[in-house]
């Protein structure tokens, strides 16, 4: 019997929600430059499904990786991991 691949996860933050059950989620992180080997920081933006509707932008998420929802969307919301203040 086949085991399932275990799914990615990434957490970021809510930067829109002006969509049905959508939210874009941006996630930041560290990457040495190539040549110069200082440390940047990149950020890459991913549509979540958000089935309640219950984010805000400046919330805290984390998201896991599914199945093809939508032209855009591959990523699904798991939890709120910290409220915008």
């Given amino acids: 019997?086949?085991?399932?691949?275990?799914?990615?996860?990434?957490?970021?933050?809510?930067?829109?929600?002006?969509?049905?059950?959508?939210?874009v989620v941006a996630v930041d992180r560290k990457?040495?430059?190539?040549?110069?080997g200082k440390f940047m920081h990149k950020t890459s933006s991913f549509m979540a499904h958000d089935e309640k509707n219950e984010c805000q932008i400046g919330d805290t998420v984390r998201i896991m990786e599914t199945r093809p929802m939508s032209k855009n969307k591959r990523w699904r919301l798991v939890e709120i991991i910290e409220r915008a203040k």
């Fill in 1 to 23: 019997m086949e085991t399932r691949n275990v799914r990615k996860e990434k957490s970021g933050v809510v930067t829109s929600n002006k969509m049905q059950s959508t939210i």
């Fill in 31 to 36: 990457v040495k430059h190539p040549k110069y």
